[in-house]
């Protein structure tokens, strides 16, 4: 695999995190899968590759004091019973042979789902910003249910009294993402804290990524120990372009709108989506492929 | 590309070889091996293998069929998962394996005319030398119907994707008694011992044949991150995290110190 294909793969996607302000994760592990990284291996080297990109963003949210360790710890708890549970998944279905298909089906659905969300949801807000001149959107909670359930804890950083169980089950959902998909769940974990648990926002983004770091470290010693998937030099090198990309793309970002923006990720999550669907639906051209047995 | 020289006997060394078993064949291949390892390096971008031998003879070289040279190189041969994808509920997914429990990872045939006129179809049957007769013949599960089709297959996406190939007219042989050729062998190796095999045919029919191997090991960082991937996949994991924080601590800190100035 060439070098310099997999720094500047590295820099774009990092260009494009930095940018939009997303881990980068659920662009470039369909990305590997483009030029030809099996899935398995995209998977859990992407998992190491966030680690490095989360641990340095959270550094800059503990020197703010945004992040909510207390929190972060409980979805822990879910976050690995949920990684735990995604590798014996993925391993059991790499198998079987089907594990290139549940993770191309999963980045569908998941890329589809939140491609198209976003798209509605920035259109929306250029049309109405276009009308009325920018109303900020009515934050809605539904605390109703949340409250009724036991364990409650108190979370000071936060300003919460909630019971554990929904942070957990949080954790898990993002757990077995980040097993199956190699990504740090950040989107499907910031939008879940702010309106099913009812983080104040500051602390949302700091505590998500302290919480990736650990399940998406996990991940990386499960998928290494059971898989031997890890690549550590491919990871280097998809990191090296990543934090320099990044450091660019947070430039670029000042100077482009938050709708535009987000129209702008919408299309490429869409697009990503669709390549993705179109290969699983187009007859391929080899119907045969190879795989080791895993007896070396 | 690095030039390997599997070195040759040249036409003075030929002089001082000892009478060993020529008694045997009236030709017979002499090839030393100065060189019989390939290393794979982290920055291994593939590597031209250079062959190059002589025939050794204590008769006048035969006036009848002009003196033909096939070198195979051949690879060591796993077991391979081939899977068939077919159409079910709208998507393409896999739905049936079969198991070919020997194919080579690497075979690479060089003639020095085209196959058909170096050698006969009994003959190849005989040695196994062309691809399909090299791989087929070891194909497992043939009991499987269409169990041809994956094995087919297996040639189909290694011809593919450069690790099987048939290179004719490749081998130059001068004076019917110096002959050398370059195989080439993809970035993507598999480490092990890689069969190499000479033969001399006349009309199609083999006159001799001489066997050696060619070591092919990772070496280096490579070798070393391989070993411990395996070995210690503990420990491999732990280094893959400690590079990871590392890095993202020394990303950080790099550009808040730009920032700051």
Known sequence: MNAFLLLGLGGMVGVLSGMFGVGGGFLMTPLLFFIGIPPAV????????????????????????????????????????????????????????????????????????????MFIESLNAIRKSKKTGGAAPAAHRQRGWIHALPFKMRF?????????????????????????MGVGGGFIMVPAMIYILGMPTKVVVGTSLFQIILVTGFTTMLHATTNYTVDIVLAVLLLIGGVIGAQIGTRIGVYMKAEQLRILLALMVIAVCAKLGLDLLLQPAELFSLGDTGGH | MRKLLLSAATAAALALLPHSAAQAAKEEVVLGLSQDRVAITATFDGSEILIFGAVKRET?????????????????????????????????????????????????????????????????????????????????????????????????????????????DTVAVDEQ?????????????????????????????????????????????????????????????????????????????????????
């Open chain 1, 42 to 117: 995209a998977v859990a080297t992407e998992a190491n590759q966030i680690v490095a990109s989360s641990f340095s963003g959270v550094l800059a949210h503990f020197r703010r004091r945004t992040v909510d360790i207390k929190m972060g710890m409980v979805l822990q708890v879910g976050g690995l019973i949920g990684a735990a549970l995604g590798v014996v998944v993925f391993n059991h279905l790499k198998a079987l042979g089907q594990v290139d298909l549940l993770v191309k089906l999963c980045y569908v659905v998941f890329l589809g789902v939140v491609g198209g969300l």
């Open chain 1, 156 to 180: 000071r950083t936060s300003g919460l009294y909630i019971s554990v169980i929904p942070p957990i089950l949080v954790g898990v959902c993002v757990g077995i993402l980040a097993a199956i």
């Open chain 2, 60 to 168: 006048p070289i035969p006036s009848d069929e002009p003196l033909q040279v096939i070198v195979t190189v051949s690879g060591p041969a796993p077991s391979v998962m081939v899977r068939r994808k077919e159409k079910k509920l709208g998507i393409w997914v896999n739905v049936d394996s079969v198991l070919v429990d020997s194919a080579p990872a690497f075979y690479a045939v060089a003639t020095s005319a085209p196959f058909d006129t170096v050698l006969t179809d009994t003959e190849d049957l005989r040695y196994r030398v062309s691809i399909e007769r090299a791989i087929r013949s070891v194909g497992a599960a043939m009991h499987i119907r269409g169990a041809q089709d994956f094995a087919d297959a297996v040639v189909r996406i290694r011809e593919k994707d450069g690790f099987y190939s048939l290179r004719e």
């Open chain 2, 177 to 261: 008694t110096l002959f050398r050729t370059a195989i080439k062998m993809p970035a993507d190796l598999t480490e092990g011992d890689y069969q190499t095999r000479i033969f001399l045919t006349r009309g199609g029919e083999v006159v001799s044949q001489y066997e050696t191997t060619i070591d092919v090991r990772k070496v280096g960082l490579e070798r070393f991150l391989f070993a411990l991937s395996r070995e210690q996949p503990f420990l491999y994991g732990l280094m893959s995290l400690a590079i990871a924080i590392a890095a993202g601590w020394g990303a950080s800190a790099a550009f808040s110190l730009l920032r700051n100035r």
